[in-house]
């Protein structure tokens, strides 16, 4: 496992050009995200996505969440009608995930994909140069998430590259919506509180 430092803006050149060098063969990078640390990937390339899952022993009926620089990058994956459109604008980067339909079939999320635009600065930046990536818990399924390098346990020896970050902040995962169905519905608690408003009355569909 190579790893780079990643907790100043001058790190960001290497980072980029090694996390663009691992996605093109088809690899993992462990990144870190404003509360734990993530397993990246592209989310478009099935081999990739599928050993995601077989590293963590993630169920393959669960979704992986997939984080953007911004909406209108998240918009490359999801179909964000223009009320959610506003309200992620008004919110983001903030640990809030949400579930949209996707604009084509995803390996490992199928006709849904849920994003979110992680209130990370040089993850952001990094997004803004690679495109999204995938950012499920850097853990075994059913074991605490990683904060640190040093808790990746046996995935240390399955990915391909490391953007140390240092210790991240931890807390409660990121807060889950199903922007799907009509009302939406919170499928996770998490750390944001999702606006009452937003739960409420019919929603609107134009994009």
């Known amino acids: 496992m190579k790893v780079l430092p990643f907790t100043e803006a001058h790190h960001l050149p290497a980072a980029v050009a090694a996390v663009r060098e691992v996605l093109a063969s088809h690899g993992v990078v462990v990144v870190p995200t404003e509360t734990f640390y993530g397993l990246a990937v592209n989310p478009h390339h099935p081999e990739a996505v599928a050993r995601v899952f077989a590293m963590k022993g993630r169920e393959a009926s669960k979704a992986l969440l997939v984080v ?3 909406v209108e990058q998240a918009q490359e994956l999801a179909v964000i009608p223009e ?4 309200r992620l604008r008004s919110v983001w980067p903030a640990p809030l995930t949400v579930v949209f339909p996707a604009r084509q079939p995803l390996p490992g999320s199928g006709r849904t994909v ?8 040089l993850l952001r930046s990094l997004l803004h140069d690679v495109g999204p990536l995938t950012a499920t818990s850097a853990n075994l399924s059913k074991k605490p998430p990683a904060r640190r390098p040093e808790e990746l346990g046996l995935l240390a020896a399955e990915v391909d590259l490391l953007l140390d970050g240092g210790e991240t902040p931890g807390g409660t995962p990121s807060t889950l919506v199903d922007a799907t169905v009509t009302p939406p519905r919170v499928l996770r608690s998490g750390c944001f509180p999702v ?10 569909t134009a994009t």
Do not use: C, I, M, T
């Open 68 to 70: 953007a620089a911004n």
């Open 83 to 86: 009320l959610w459109r506003k």
């Open 114 to 121: 849920a994003v979110r635009v992680p209130a990370h600065d």
């Open 195 to 204: 606006p009452v408003s937003w739960l409420q009355g019919p929603e609107q």
